[in-house]
């Protein structure tokens, strides 16, 4: 298992056109290794429920610091936890 990262967020943009919400992390660890993260969260409706797309929006300190592909996981988790609560 990695390191765990925390972040604080600032709810940046709620856009309701296209159902979609933008945080940006302002603090934590996970800004001693990515200059700039983002959280890009859309609904996008269908017949029953909707889909979800994350987008994240980053910039590495260096070239050495990885894909943040743990977040993608905790995107998926979060949003497994939310459909099982909604269900």
Avoid: H
């Avoid at 302002?26 to 890009?40: A, D, H, N, P």
């Amino acid at each position: 298992m990695g390191k765990s990262l925390l972040s604080k967020e600032l709810f940046e943009v709620l856009d309701d056109k296209n159902l979609s919400v933008t945080y940006k992390v302002i603090g934590g660890s996970i800004l001693e290794v990515y200059k700039t993260f983002k959280f890009i969260v859309q609904m996008i409706p269908k017949v029953e429920g909707c889909f979800v797309i994350w987008t994240l929006e980053y910039e590495r300190l260096s070239v050495d610091v990885p894909d943040p592909k743990p977040m993608m996981q905790f995107a998926l988790d979060l949003t497994r936890d939310i459909e099982a609560n909604l269900v």
